[in-house]
């Protein structure tokens, strides 16, 4: 009996975070571990059909640039990075979009229906959702000298029509979203997904951004997980970046989110996708398990 209790006493703690974000829009951002291992693929998958069926309307952007190594290598090309972005030529591009609107976005609205949820896959360029124009990399090279580095297909989001996803919401689809684009030369750009995440909640106005990642979140020490920031505010994120605090992987997400913010959307959350049931953690527990990005105001 006092098993029972102490699950009955787990729904009540949750109870205060389901009225709170009922019918409310949580963009996730999945990727790394959590997209290679088994078990967790199922722990995503769960947590998001549960944030579903208790009243929120979850989105889903998925990255998969490992995947995108692996079958790059299979044709005999190999990967380059500038800035940590991919240079992607025309060959790369196609095998870029077969990987994340093929594969791996059909393997996780597979996930998501098999464990009763009622997923729908997109990519960026199904119903004009993502407008995209050419990125260029700004490199300053040893001697202080700037230059603007062309990565071939490359995108920074121009425009975002969220009403296909809305469209999917009111009827009950959970949307899985590739992270790609199309220009207004009609052709399709890569776009990073920690970016394109941030992007979709600023239009959408959601309640949260929660980004996956294979880290506890912001460490002032990334050697030693003890030293997790568990919020961090938006006017502090430059001096952090200047402290190096904030560096390398991090810093697209730390801009995904203060662009979602930016937006209008209420909180940003890094989390650490590697912990079974993270999403569930995060929403649905008054202490969170990573670092939530917020304003002044929220504090």
């Known amino acids: 009996m ?17 009225r709170q974000f009922f019918g409310k829009t949580i963009v996730i951002k999945y990727g790394g571990a959590a997209m290679e291992n088994d078990t967790l693929k199922d722990s995503v998958m769960q947590d998001i059909v ?10 889903v952007v998925h990255g998969g ?10 044709i005999g090309k190999n990967a380059e990075f500038v800035q940590g972005l991919r240079v992607t030529d025309q060959e790369t591009v196609e095998v870029a979009e077969m990987v994340l609107a093929g594969t791996i976005n059909k393997e996780i609205v597979s996930l998501i229906n098999a464990h009763g949820g009622r997923a729908v896959g997109l990519c960026g360029k199904d119903a004009n959702l993502i407008r995209a124009r050419k990125h260029f990399a700004h490199v300053v090279d040893d001697l202080g000298e700037a230059t603007d580095v062309d990565l ?9 029509d969220p009403s296909v996803i809305a469209s999917l919401d009111r009827d009950g689809y959970i949307p899985v979203i590739a992270p790609n684009g199309v220009g207004e030369d009609g052709c399709t750009y890569n776009i990073n997904a920690d970016t394109m995440a941030g992007e979709i909640a600023a239009a959408l106005q959601a309640e949260k951004l929660i980004l996956l990642t294979d880290q506890r ?3 002032r020490n990334l050697d030693d997980d003890s030293t997790l920031i568990p ?10 970046i200047a402290d190096q605090v904030i560096s390398s992987g991090m810093l697209p997400k730390v801009e995904a989110c203060t662009t979602a913010i930016a937006g209008g959307v209420s909180k940003a959350h890094i989390i650490d996708g590697r912990i079974s049931h993270a999403l569930l953690l995060e929403v649905f527990t008054p202490e969170g398990i990573g670092t939530q990005i917020v304003t002044e105001s929220d504090e």
Do not use: C, N
Not at 50 to 59: D, R, S
Not at 152 to 160: E, K, L, Q, R, T
Not at 231 to 240: A, C, N, P, R, S
């Open 50 to 59: 549960l944030m579903k069926y208790t009243g929120m309307q979850p989105v």
């Open 152 to 160: 071939g297909f490359v995108g920074d989001i121009a425009h975002v």
């Open 231 to 240: 919020t961090v505010k938006t006017e502090d994120i430059e001096g952090l």
């Open 2 to 18: 006092d098993e029972l209790v102490k699950k009955a006493d787990v729904l009540i703690e949750a109870l205060p975070y389901i």
């Open 217 to 219: 979140g912001i460490l």
């Open 65 to 74: 640039g490992t995947k995108i190594s692996e079958w790059m290598q299979r």
